[in-house]
């Protein structure tokens, strides 16, 4: 159920990192966010990474070399990335189109794929280093927009880490723009979807106006379950859930909720273990969040090749004794179907009106369980022209921007080759131990009509 643990120790040997700046002249223009892209949520670095195996059929062909001129060759087309950003009036965003480059780092390991062993999904060994953070590169403002390190592997595959300012891109808009890099770096002379930048689509409205509700943005203080622990005393752990284990999970939802998505039980299963884990007084209020991606739910529709954020974080909110005094996932699941049903055109409009008349709020951390579904992005699909990655996606199992509350949930295999679904949990220490417990609760035990939680409302 739980990875195993990340014994595996290499040295990465790293050149000296470079600047690919856009292979022909581009514009020198200033090109504003939308006011979903420059949330205050989103102002943090997302890792990805990709790994390769060996192709005999590109012999000869060295992937850094092929992909950096692809790069350079793409940022034609996709030129915002090499500029950088800039805080206007009111902290809004700008890129400044200057043309300098994204980093680009060469770097040799001294492993193979094979030793990585066969279940690949994070947490990854030694990321630091397939990932190098270049100091002075990690921040928002004035600093490139992108950082790729490509490492050669021993046994002739390679590993692809991207780190992207969330700003410019959602998950979608990455995988475009990694894409349209693969289709260069297979012969392309230009991406088959072209970008469109126009933000202006998703800015506040004139005059602004409120119509939803937005209980993700609640401005909550700070209770004895929702405390921040520092990262260092947190234990993070990725757990499977292949076709056994989902099985196992549905026994517990009530037969009008059969319907229900794969996400949606687990996530219902896991926010409900979550909670009982922190040990909130029962009368707390707990959320859950689910990134929603509204890219279908617009009319007329946004331009193909729209590469900017087009999400929104709906919260199911209830109180920690409602959420888990019983064992059936009912209460919990018909909450987040709820939630998700409630992103639509008009929701998204106003989140981003929402974000001027506040002030871009923060996204409510305290009592929070907030997962990013990456099952459906297409990281799996992005070919170089060694073929389709062994894995591919989020290169941590939290979302480390919105701290010790978020979870990526990927899809992958397990050492079986089975496919399925890894969801990363932050917790404390002691958390995790219950939270496992209760876990294996759902995967061990059949349900009885009736049946009580060990859940314990906990005393001041």
Known sequence: MAAPTQSLVFTVRRGKPELIAPAKPTPYEFKQLSDIDDQESLRFQVPVIQFYRHDPSMQGRDPVKVIREALAQTLVFYYPFAGRLREGPGRKLVVECTGEGVVFIEADADVTLEQFGDALRPPFPCLEELLFDLPGSGGVLHCPLLLIQVTRLRCGGFIFGL??????????????????????????VSPSVLPVWQRHLLNARDPTCVTCTHREY?????????????????????????????????????????????????????????????????NEEVRMMSLVNARGKFNPPLPSGYYGNVFAYPAAVTTAGKLCENTDLGYALELVRKAKKEVNEEYLR?????????????????????????????FGKVDFGWGKPAYGGPAECIVRGIPRTGSFYVPCKNSKGEEGIAVGICLPVPAMEIFVNELDFFLKNIPESGNKTTFKASKL
């Open 163 to 188: 780190r992207l300012n969330h700003t410019m891109s959602d998950g979608a808009g990455l995988v475009q723009f990694m894409t349209a890099v693969s289709e260069v770096a297979r012969g392309a």
């Open 218 to 282: 609640d401005e909550v203080v700070h209770t004895k379950g929702g405390t921040i622990t520092p990262l260092e005393d947190m234990a993070i752990r990725s757990f499977f859930f292949g076709r056994t284990e989902v099985s196992a999970i549905r026994r517990f939802v009530p037969l009008h909720l059969s319907q229900s998505t794969t996400f949606e039980v687990i996530i219902a299963c896991l926010w409900r273990c979550r909670t009982i884990a922190l040990q909130f007084d029962s």
């Open 350 to 378: 106003s989140v981003a009106d929402l974000m001027v008349i506040r002030g871009r709020p923060v996204l409510t951390v305290v009592g929070t369980f907030l997962v990013s579904d990456n099952t459906r992005a297409g």
